[in-house]
């Protein structure tokens, strides 16, 4: 059982920082699964943010893309292949327990008014400081449908700034495609 903070390398308009928790169980040294909750922090990126002051475009409108719903959390449990598990040494002195793991799953992801099934990819490593005590890296690429709030459906559904907030109904789907990056430490019971 752990928990991480990461960044969503890949999300330009909204605040790309989150936190998950995770939980693992080995069936064998190898084969495992692995399931994740990802808690999304809300607001605006700084793009998304200079995008609903109008300080990027060169029209007098403005972008708000807090109007449209974005990511809340999602949950993925995934398949855990062990790769390598053995020694790193570190310096002549210290030698540490390292895991190097691939993972591959299905799961859902949340905005708030509606819910998307989706995939993941990814790879990771655990780096043991003690027999139940590890730090974790995981990169995983997510992807999944969702509402495009850059491509609303009709043109009287624009994002100026100021207005009420609009439901996915209102928006064209897209895939998206986001590279998750996080650390954190496990605990192994």
């Known amino acids: 059982m752990g928990s991480s903070v990461g960044l969503n390398m890949t999300e330009a308009l909204y605040n790309n920082i989150f936190w998950n928790l995770n939980a693992s ?6 084969h495992g699964i692995n399931v994740v909750a990802n808690m999304m922090l809300p607001g605006l990126s700084k793009n998304g943010q200079a995008l609903k002051d109008g300080k990027i475009q060169k029209s007098n409108l403005t972008f708000d893309p807090s109007r449209a719903p974005s990511s809340t959390y999602s949950l993925f449990g ?14 002549k002195q210290l030698v540490m327990n390292l895991s190097l793991y691939g993972l591959a799953g299905l ?18 490593q655990k780096l043991y400081f003690t027999k139940n005590l590890a730090l974790r890296f995981d990169m995983s690429v997510y992807v999944y449908p969702g509402p495009d709030p850059t491509a609303p459906k009709t043109p009287n559904k624009l994002l100026l700034t100021g207005g009420e907030k609009l439901g996915s109904s209102d928006f064209e789907q897209t895939v ?13 019971l």
Do not use: P
């Not at 062990?82 to 570190?90: E, H």
């Not at 998206?176 to 192994?188: C, D, Q």
């Open 176 to 188: 998206y495609s986001h590279v998750f990056l996080s650390f954190g430490l496990v605990y192994l």
């Open 78 to 91: 995934n398949y855990q292949l062990v790769a390598y598990y053995g020694k790193i040494s570190l310096t």
């Open 25 to 30: 169980y080995h069936f064998t040294e190898v």
């Open 107 to 124: 799961g859902v992801v949340s905005f708030g008014d509606s819910t998307s099934i989706g995939m993941d990819v990814g790879f990771g």
